[in-house]
């Protein structure tokens, strides 16, 4: 079964601009979330998706935004880009339902520059 | 945001020694897992506990879940170079909603051949 993967890997952006990442989780999993790693802050919640709906919104301004589509991919989005908002951008899918419905697994993630 | 607190922050060991290292959380919760990531890469999951008390095996790795559902620690048995990398525990917050794992700063293992 494939795992998590994320589009693009790498990716350079100027202040001001505005970003979409994107994430196709593992086959059958319904449950998105996005982190964001940076060396400072560590991994930081940004939201998560069940079926099409944002269930959990962690402590970012509304410049982070997101969305899932109806085969459980799902995109983020970052506009007016900040220098601060370099960072290493992680998907993690999960089941959500029985035993391991808590475990996420992760993509290799997007690592964003901001210049 | 809340975090969980990761110790020790960096270890750097001998090959074949064992290493132990532990999350403590103020917050109760009813999952812990354990992720190891390597450099660009995202976590990879390593061990996931569901009870309290809970102890979990995989390979030379050992992890448990803490009685008072606020620690956890994991240890690594007769380290070898491949372990090297940063290890971080994660938690899932007692009756919150699921998707929103709480992460340690990690642990940075280095191994010396």
């Known amino acids: 079964k494939a795992g998590v993967t994320q589009t693009p890997r790498y990716l350079i952006k100027t202040r001001g601009q505005q970003v979409t990442l994107s994430c196709s989780p593992i086959?059958?999993?319904?449950?998105v979330s996005w982190y964001q790693q940076t060396p400072g802050q560590g991994l930081q919640f940004l939201f998560e998706y069940f079926s099409e709906t944002q269930r959990n919104k962690g402590n970012f301004p509304g410049r982070f935004s997101g969305r899932q589509f109806s085969n459980s991919r799902s995109e983020m989005n970052v506009s007016t880009l900040e220098l601060g908002d370099s960072a290493l951008y992680l998907c993690?899918?999960?089941?959500?339902?029985?035993?391991?419905?808590?475990?996420?697994?992760f993509g290799p993630g997007t690592r964003l520059t901001v210049l | 945001g809340q975090q969980l607190n990761q110790s020790p922050q960096s270890m750097f060991i001998q090959e074949g020694e064992d290493v132990s290292m532990n999350c403590t959380s103020s917050s109760i919760f009813n999952t812990w897992l354990w992720y190891k990531q390597d450099p660009g890469e995202g976590p990879v999951l390593l061990i996931a506990l569901y009870k309290a008390g809970e102890l979990t095996s995989n390979g030379r790795l050992t992890a448990q879940f803490g009685i008072t559902r606020k620690d956890s620690f994991l240890n690594i048995s007769a380290s070898i170079p491949s372990d090297v990398g940063i290890y971080f525990c994660a938690g899932v917050n007692y009756g919150g909603s699921q998707g929103n794992l709480i992460f340690g700063k990690g642990t940075k293992l280095s191994v010396k051949p």
């Open positions: 086959s059958g999993h319904r449950s």
């Open positions: 993690a899918s999960s089941l959500i339902s029985g035993r391991g419905g808590n475990e996420q697994f």
